[in-house]
């Protein structure tokens, strides 16, 4: 197995890492680790890269049902979850060994963790998710679990995700962030030449803003592109049926 270590300012009791396609069982189109359950791998593959992955993790991960909301799924709730699946796009905690996880394959999934160590979160951003504000909410929830910080207090790593470079939008997508309460800069979407109505959008430039924007200012990552790299990642605008990658963080005991 092939992973990628987040590089940014956490403290040491904070672990994160974030699996590529490399290292698993699965065959095309969802070679070789695929973490996702819900593309229609084997399911025999996706547990046998599940338990891969496994053992390089103190718990086995909290799966999340990732449907473009800004649900976060908090301690006291999945205390009292009945059903099987988890549903929501962010989660958080303060549990030492839960290991937070978050699928994607051109989204961009944000960690993040408290200064101090005291709190974990994650969160998958899509356009969507970006646009209604999952990133502020999820920090929010992690206020809410260590009353004592502050925004400022909150560090935050963005992962692999689909580049400026190669990620075309519409103008539905455009016009919704406008009338959104994000500040957009000039650079967040570009207009593509000789195609009216589209641009390419900036999902690292969008996430930044948002969370400056609540207060949090030492960010990291935003340099990989799911879309360009074939062969480290899933990317689902790439390759249409294709694999999920992970990225976990927790706080080790």
Known sequence: MEWINPVWEAPSQ????????????????????????????VPEHVAHNRSVLRSHLPTEPVWLKQVHGTIVSTPDQRLH????????????????????????ADCLPVLFCASDGSVVGAAHAGWRGLCSGVLEKTAN???????????????????PAIGPSSYEVGDDVFQAFQESSIKVSENDF????????????????LAR?????????????????????????FSYRRDGITGRFASFIWISE
């Open 14 to 41: 904070i672990q994160s890492l974030i699996s590529t396609r490399l290292g698993g069982v699965s065959q095309a189109p969802y070679d070789s680790l695929n973490l996702g359950d819900h593309v229609n791998d």
């Open 81 to 104: 979850i009945h059903q099987q699946d988890i549903v929501a796009d962010a989660i958080v905690s303060s549990k030492p060994n839960e290991v937070l996880a978050i699928m994607t």
């Open 141 to 159: 929830e992690m206020l809410a679990l260590s009353p004592h910080l502050k925004s400022q207090d909150i560090l935050a790593y963005m992962g």
């Open 190 to 205: 570009v207009a593509i030449p000789n195609k009216q109505g589209k641009y390419l959008a900036n999902l690292y430039s």
């Open 209 to 233: 803003t948002q969370l400056v924007a609540a207060g949090m200012y030492r960010i990291s990552g935003g340099q990989m592109c799911t879309h360009l790299d074939r062969q480290h990642f």
